[in-house]
């Protein structure tokens, strides 16, 4: 199986020269995604208790909803299939045919719930899924086109550790979120009393709610973010997201799991007990998804002067430099405006940092970056 994954691994990683079009390359890619793509739904589809989001529910009952979970099967099979007539290495077309050839064991698009005994959790299957392909969709096609590393592949190195990472956090949303939640949910029990001020706050128009939100969130974030660099013990767990030495759309999925649940239990502490409207919270969340994934990709472009007032891939990217003059600078996560009143502001004119990771040798793998923090000396 080892020896499986790393054939898999080298063909996807294989030099440009040698994954033009017509070579099976293309092919292989696309119909291993939707592979993937088509069996994490079909498991969706038969343990819809214990493999999907509750609130994705109502996206699996519409009527063509196993109509694209066929159409996504047949398409793998086919581009599979290509793949494996046009390509010497066979690595990428054979496992997409055999992820094909599971999903389909399990019952394809035709596949009935299977019961399974309420055990009240369940595994974000069918989220990571939504969220790789629309994400993926989104940033990999902008990044080739307006790269500021020219020649950085989608499969650069270290690109197998992010999308696990990716993985995990979407699989354990119902874990990450139960976690993150218990503060807020204890402060709310203890000010029951504050229920006029919250009803006040619900009451802002919706705009003016949302840029209260991102000004109370990049606040109390600031903190947290310094914090994490500052206390040596905190910065065991953060130096796991610092300790990628590429910068893309992949790279900001990356966070140990303990500095996941403390930074959505910080979040989500203002959020909920000030009162902001539940449509507000729900916007935020999907903004600042997709605002942290832009800000690590791999985008070319300056923006000198938008960068003083927004945050932006640049100003992002010095806070992940290796550069001695990059160390602690840069915490903000929406205004840059706060690291110019705390004496963290490092913005040059026209400059990137000159590489990306932690002069510490954090160790490869989820499981070894797991232990790390604890297992750290210094």
Not at 4 to 26: A, N, T
Not at 100 to 120: C, F, K, M, S, Y
């Amino acid at each position: 199986m080892r020896k499986w994954l790393r054939q898999l691994e080298k063909d996807l990683e294989s030099p440009i020269e040698v994954r033009r079009f017509g070579s099976g390359w293309f092919s292989g890619l696309f119909g291993l995604v939707l592979a993937v793509s088509g069996l994490c739904l079909v498991v969706s589809l038969r343990w819809p208790d214990l493999a999907s989001m509750p609130e994705l529910a109502a996206l699996r009952a519409v009527p063509w909803f196993r109509g694209l979970v066929h159409a996504v099967l047949i398409a793998a099979y086919a581009l599979a299939l290509l793949s494996l007539m046009l390509r010497p290495r066979k690595a990428i077309g054979a496992t997409a045919l055999v992820v094909v050839i599971a999903a389909t064991l399990l019952g394809g698009a035709n596949v009935q719930p299977h019961e399974t005994r309420d055990w009240g959790i369940f595994f974000g299957v069918d989220f990571f899924v939504i969220n790789l392909v629309m994400i993926g969709l989104m940033f990999a096609p902008v990044e080739r086109m307006f790269p500021h590393r020219r020649g950085q592949r989608l499969f650069r190195p270290e690109w197998g550790e992010d999308l696990f990472y990716y993985l995990v956090s979407s699989m354990l949303i119902q874990l990450t979120t139960f976690l993150a939640l218990g503060p807020s949910t204890l402060v709310m029990a203890a000010t029951g009393g504050f229920g006029e001020f919250r009803a006040a706050v619900a009451g802002q128009p919706w705009l003016l709610q949302f840029v209260e939100v991102l000004i109370v969130t990049d606040l109390a974030q600031y903190w947290f973010h310094r914090a994490f660099h500052r206390i040596p013990f905190l910065w065991g767990f953060h130096a796991v997201h610092h300790s990628a030495k590429s910068m893309d759309w992949l790279a900001g999925a990356r966070m140990h799991f303990v500095e996941i649940v403390a930074l959505r239990g910080l979040t989500s502490l203002p959020l909920l007990t000030l009162g902001f409207s539940p449509s507000v919270m729900q916007a935020y969340v999907g903004f600042v998804f997709i605002y942290a994934t832009i800000v690590h990709a791999n985008l070319r472009g300056d923006f000198n002067l938008l960068g003083r007032f927004v945050v932006t891939p640049r100003f992002h990217h010095w806070h992940h430099g290796i550069d001695d003059i990059a160390v602690d600078k840069n915490f903000a996560i929406h205004f840059p405006l706060l690291d110019r009143l705390f004496g963290t502001y490092h913005f040059p004119k026209s400059e990137w940092p000159s590489g990306y990771g932690v002069p510490e040798s954090v160790p490869r793998g989820y499981a070894a970056q797991l232990l790390y923090p604890f297992r750290r000396k210094g």
